[in-house]
């Protein structure tokens, strides 16, 4: 009965105790402060978790350790009151993040790391600079240095392998949503190894830079460097850096920092350590990269890269111009359509086709705004709009798509054009139109045609030579992969709607690849598989 | 006051692992008239021993886990019943193989609890897996520097624990828990090999082989859930990931010491098509 007593009060007293505890927010308490600040890879989203370890002054970890959840979608995070002693603190955000190139929830969980002194501030950033400086900075305190001056190399350092000055303010305090020059560093970085792939490539990029770094201070993996170039040369094209200043400012930036400029300096860099060239415009491929890279959807290593001479000096290039041909003249190739819905103007194409009929494809992908704008994934004006099946049918329902399945096998293998959501006098382009641009296009060797309709996604950031154009990739969703994200500069077809809704690869450098996913998206014999709601198609209409 | 607050928190964590069930069995202990102490644990002969500056390195490995991966040490009490006290210790793994180290230790019991979290490396495709996983692992840290965590470490862990807490001491639970989790997989004849926490997939030793051959056992599994999964909405769902580390976690109930039979328990967690395949 004691026993039982006992126990009861046990019982009682951890109540009480996790009451106090659970009260201690409220007390304000002189040895308790607040630590807050900002998660970002993109920012961190509701349920990610921040723990903060106690770390004494040669950064060896005290055991001390106090965790929260963040409770919005803006990666702030605040750990209130807490009794903390030490005035160093290994940081670490671990969750998904708004994706600045998605500008949705990453499909996986990322871990950062920021090393933070506390002395003078209670507020303090996790981000991927804090992130990449932290080993070094271990190091160096190890091999006998302050923190602070630890911190100080360190962070320059950082810079360095970017190319980027480091007298801003320390990288715990920068913040990607922020207008300072420090802040567009950190978003032009952020999104180089954004770009690297699927949330495990991006932490590896990471941990590999990071660990280069760690005992010298110099990123000596040249293969590394290269990559990262490469990334930010693509990034660095002005419709990629439009469509990113577009997601980061719906985010919540007031201020947009011109991280563009840091892209095309790091570029820049690289480009220049090509050799000198002769003949302007002339293409070649390059056997500059050591390491090929894996393409997702041709499941085989490749080497993409070519080069185009400027001024004098080879630039990176992947146009679709073939080698030694001149960039294609645009003057007087185009018409145009005007969208008497809305007033928005495209450009258009005529291609005659062998047969002598001439069929008028829309230059640009459309933008018109669907009835329903639920799943309205990404608009970017100027550059095009991703428009789910329902949406591009015309529906104004938010439904998902099962209605539409009698009446789609009617149409679909009927013969009939659907306007869908096209202007007047124009239709969703039927399967049999994109193979026939496509047969006369890789079956003539017509280059200059899809080099009218196909703007190269990457120009040369230098110059930022316009083709006329407009063929950025809006965005292509579906939700069949976690990890194998797409994205452009990853030897990709882009993906726009037909009738048919295939899959449709039209790709730049004609490569059996799109008459593959044509076959493949054929032989599936489940219509619906094809019917996902969720996914999100640019569109081009083609002229009754 | 800082001391209930470390305390609290860790308290929370472990429960949103036990959930209703600790609550559960809190509520039966004080009810039931014959309970044991709630702390429970190890005699009095276990002989805690406190550490000071000690560096602690190892590799996790489910496949090893990517670079930069999370690992959480946790000291464990003094009284030898291997609860918590709150303090934590955080390290990120380094490499490919998946190592990490965490220096300057000081605790206050030689037996630390050990939990990495990330993606890892597929053992049969080298591509990174879909989920982050958690693996745990116990460890007497007197006399090593070195532990690893692996899917041993993490199958025998819970069942350890509980072995402890009957009143084993850690050494005897340690080597039960190993030997029960070796007979289902019918490498009995290993136990003496080496502890789990010293194995690794890539050594040439036969015990390191067999914990190989138990983790692609592991992988050939969850890998089924993908290929499941693939192309379904459920793919992408966090509740995907959750179910292969809820297998992971609750492998160990069928650690009952009497070596019970697979295609059981494989037909219990939803994993019988992978027989019918074959």
Redesign the interface.
Known sequence: MSKKMNCIFSLLAAGAMLTACSQMGSEASESTRTISGTSQKGPFVKGTEVTLYGMDEKLLQTGSHYSTKIDNDKGKFSLKKIPLEERYAWLNANGYFIDEFFAEKSEQTISLNSLVDLQNTDKVNINVLTHLSFNRIRYLVKEGMTVGEAKRQAEAEVMNVFGFSGEDESFEQLDILSGGEGDAKLLAISLIVLFNGDVGAVTELMTSLSLDLETDGVCDDTVLVRKLKNLASSLAHKGISERIRWNIRNMGATEIPDFRKYLIQFASSWDSTWESCSNQNEVVYTIMLEEPYYSIMSGRYVMPFRAICRDGVWKYYNGIRMDGKSPVDTVGKYGTLVDERDGRVYKTLDVELDDGRVVTWMADLLEYEPKSSKGDYKYIPGVGREYSPCQILGRSDNGSCEELDSEMNDRIFGKEKIQGICPDGWHIPIDREWMELYDFISDGYRWEVAELLVQSQYVDPETDVSLGVNMYTVGFRNNYSISEREFPGYDYPREFATREFAIHGFEVSFTNRSTWLWRQAKEVPDLYYELHPDEHYGLRCVKD | ??K??????S?MKWNRVLGCLAAGA?LW??SG?E?KD?VGGASGDSGIIALKDKNIAGVAQKGPF?????VVLK?TSKAGNLKPT?????A????DDGDFQ??????ESQYVRLTA???YKREKTG????C?ISLNALADISEIDHVNINILTHLEYDRTLELVKEGNSFDEAKKQAHRELMRVFNFEYLVDEGKSESLDVTGDGEADRALEKISSFIDDHTDFYADDC????K??SLDYCMRIQEFLDTFFEILDGNGPDLTVLLLQMDMNHEFGRN
């Open positions: 006051m800082k209930c607050c470390i305390k609290k928190r308290i809190m202990a004080c008239g309970s709630i990517v670079r930069g991966s999370s000291e709150g303090k934590e210790f955080f990120t793994t380094r490499s965490i220096e300057g230790l000081n605790l979290t990330g993606y591509q990174n897996s879909r982050q693939f192309g379904h909405d793919c992408a």
